[in-house]
């Protein structure tokens, strides 16, 4: 993968190749993190390309083209606010650490957790199209706190530093929410995994 | 999740699959692990999880702009490069 730098650096060449790689890499990564922030196709469509055009418009303000990815994220974050609805948005809910936890089937310490067969679940995301949607759903269904930097941390592939940039919030709250996050993630793969055939808790 | 132990580490997987907790807070999980295959399931699929996000993030697909769009975003790439040209 090409550094931040090199990205830019690859910008300013003003080369028609440079100009239809950086659009075509940031629009797919742009219309994701937009319907899986906003949850809907036409909201995350026009979020990616008006982020793309104040990319252009406004690089002059990207001081450090290190930070190059953070800074056409935050103001992919800025346009998904602008096109906060209701449904997706609230209410603003807070995830407990205890609700996360898996339950102990049966009394006692000894008691084995109640966890699905995670085995089961296929190696290569691409090749099922049935956990390629419960996967969009799952996230989906997170509140927005957490899935904001779920979205960045474990789909993006951005730092916790990055991640901390864009939502202009502490590391401390970028890895508890995080943590939150993940749990209810898995959690609600935990569910789908056995409502899915074969997926059974043994 | 009863023990003690369980419900502590439980607070610190993330920052444990993620290579971020200090070498003791590390240790101490590690060694909680080798005596409780309960916790060891429940990491594994922490684990899978995030991974899962990984593999969905790199298997977006890549969407078709509209000539128009694309055309605008041309447009808005040449005023960039040529602000940049003016500024030297």
Excluded at chain 1, 47 to 56: D, G, H, R, S
Excluded at chain 1, 138 to 152: D, G
Excluded at chain 1, 157 to 174: F, H, N, P, Y
């Amino acid at each position: 993968m090409k550094s931040d730098a090199q990205i830019a650096a690859d910008l300013f060449t003003g080369d028609e190749a440079a100009f239809t790689e950086f659009v075509k890499a940031f629009h797919a990564r742009l219309s994701q993190y937009s319907f899986l922030m906003c949850g809907q196709r036409e909201d995350a469509e026009e979020v990616a390309q008006e982020t793309l055009l104040k990319v252009f418009e406004s690089i002059d303000q990207l001081r450090d083209p290190n930070r190059l990815r953070s800074w056409v994220f935050r103001i992919a974050k800025n346009e998904c606010f602008m096109k906060r609805r209701k449904s997706i948005f609230a209410p603003k809910a807070e995830l407990s650490l205890d609700d996360l936890k898996p339950a102990r089937l049966g009394d006692g310490e000894g008691g084995r957790i109640d966890i699905a067969d995670w085995s089961s679940l296929p190696d290569d995301l691409l090749l099922d199209a049935e956990l390629r949607d419960a996967m969009a759903k799952a996230i989906q269904r997170l509140p927005e706190t957490y899935r904001s930097v779920v979205l960045l941390r474990d789909v993006e592939e951005l730092s916790t530093e990055e991640t901390a940039e864009i939502l202009e919030i502490g590391t401390d709250a970028v890895k508890t929410r995080l943590h939150r996050g993940r749990l209810a993630l898995r959690q609600h793969l935990d569910r789908y995994l056995r409502s899915r055939k074969g997926g059974q808790a043994a | 999740m009863k023990h003690d132990d369980c419900a502590h580490i439980f607070e610190l997987l993330s920052e444990y699959l993620d290579h971020e907790l200090e070498p003791a807070s590390c240790e101490q999980l590690e060694n909680h692990l080798q005596d409780c295959p309960e916790c060891v399931e429940f990491v594994q699929s922490l684990k899978r999880s995030r991974e899962l996000c990984r593999q969905f993030g790199g298997s977006r697909q890549a969407a078709q702009l509209a000539p128009e769009a694309m055309a605008a975003l041309r447009g808005a790439y040449q005023k960039m490069m040529a602000r940049r040209a003016a500024s030297r």
